[in-house]
């Protein structure tokens, strides 16, 4: 859609959706998301400009997208590389089976043909965990926490071992938190399979790395403009309304809070959460001293 529009200025929303198939709500989305990508250093001055202005839709500052990307050979390799590895977790898609087999075919590669692929399974545990996971046995870990740092045992089911960023993740149902969590496995200080056993999830939840709020959390209600509707779709919330689109943000931190709102400005309006509207005063006080 991207090098489509800045090849043909002036187009309408109504052109764009016919072609690429969209409703109004999806083009508005996808721009959204198109907003906040770019180059790598992603600055202010990296990133692309996306909106509708009187009916049409306007992309800019993106000269480098203005044709689809060619992968050169090393680049194909490597992609082809990461879909065989995902594909090796058992959480692939099956629009991925597909894709790899014409990414196969584009690259010459014979069927008899193989790609070596070496993952750092954090020692064991990788193992350890997956196993569990098949045989139903609860895991006793040690844990220390990504967000606050704190070392916790717990005692989890396991549902399924997965990778993604680059790391590694187990998703269970946490029976110290009594609740769904996601762990990453170089955060497992200890771990010991258990002979007890539990009845695995039938329908468990995507494997996927996602913030689950807690009873500590601290919560904020906040109103998105449409230049800020991505918000909802870059950060785990909860959709109260749509109209405006309405979201609740739950985080550990309230600073979390407070730096997005000063980032969106006047795109974002806080309805609810006492603990992130002090914190917002605060963090626009510290930035105002700045520059007195």
């Given amino acids: 859609m991207v090098p489509w529009v800045i090849a043909n200025p002036g187009a309408t929303v109504?052109?764009?959706?016919?072609?690429?198939?969209?409703?109004?709500?999806?083009l508005i989305e996808d721009l959204n998301l198109v907003f906040v990508c770019g180059l790598p250093g992603y600055g202010p001055g990296d990133l692309m400009v996306a909106y509708v202005e009187d009916d049409e839709v306007v992309i800019d500052m993106a000269d480098y997208f203005s044709r689809a990307l060619r992968l050169s050979t090393t680049e194909a390799l490597a992609l082809l590389a990461a879909a065989e590895t995902l594909m090796?977790?058992?959480?692939?898609?099956?629009?991925?089976?597909?894709?790899?087999?014409?990414?196969?075919k584009v690259l010459g590669i014979e069927s008899d043909e193989t790609i070596a692929i070496e993952i750092d399974s954090e020692s064991a545990n990788v193992t350890g965990l997956r196993q569990a996971a098949t045989e139903g046995k609860v895991v006793d870990l040690t844990?220390?926490?990504?967000?606050?740092?704190?070392?916790?045992?717990?005692?989890?089911?396991?549902?399924?071992?997965?990778?993604?960023?680059?790391?590694?993740?187990?998703?269970?149902?946490?029976?110290?938190?009594?609740?769904?969590?996601?762990?990453?496995?170089?955060?497992?200080?200890?771990?010991?399979?258990?002979?007890?056993?539990?009845?695995?999830?039938?329908?468990?939840?995507?494997?996927?790395?996602r913030y689950t709020p807690s009873e500590d959390d601290v919560q904020a209600t906040i109103r998105l403009a449409p230049r800020a509707e991505w918000v909802a779709d870059y950060y785990p919330?909860?959709?109260?309304?749509?109209?405006?689109?309405t979201v609740r943000f739950s985080t550990h931190d309230a600073g979390v809070a407070a730096r997005l709102l000063v980032r969106l400005g006047a795109d974002a309006h806080l309805?609810?959460?006492?603990?992130?509207?002090?914190?917002?005063?605060?963090?626009?006080?510290?930035?105002?001293?700045?520059?007195?």
């Avoid at 052109?15 to 969209?22: L, N, P, S």
């Avoid at 399924?160 to 969590?181: D, I, P």
């Avoid at 919330?237 to 689109?245: A, N």
């Fill in 14 to 26: 109504a052109e764009v959706c016919e072609r690429f198939g969209y409703t109004n709500r999806e």
């Fill in 88 to 104: 090796a977790t058992d959480q692939a898609p099956p629009a991925l089976t597909t894709a790899v087999e014409k990414l196969t």
């Fill in 143 to 209: 844990y220390t926490s990504l967000g606050k740092g704190e070392t916790t045992q717990r005692l989890i089911e396991p549902w399924s071992v997965f990778t993604t960023l680059g790391n590694w993740y187990v998703s269970a149902y946490c029976r110290t938190a009594q609740a769904e969590r996601v762990f990453r496995v170089d955060r497992i200080r200890a771990m010991r399979v258990t002979q007890e056993r539990f009845t695995p999830n039938e329908h468990p939840p995507a494997p996927e790395v």
């Fill in 237 to 245: 919330v909860e959709v109260i309304d749509t109209d405006p689109l």
């Fill in 271 to 292: 309805l609810d959460g006492p603990e992130v509207e002090r914190a917002t005063a605060s963090l626009r006080d510290r930035i105002l001293t700045r520059y007195l």
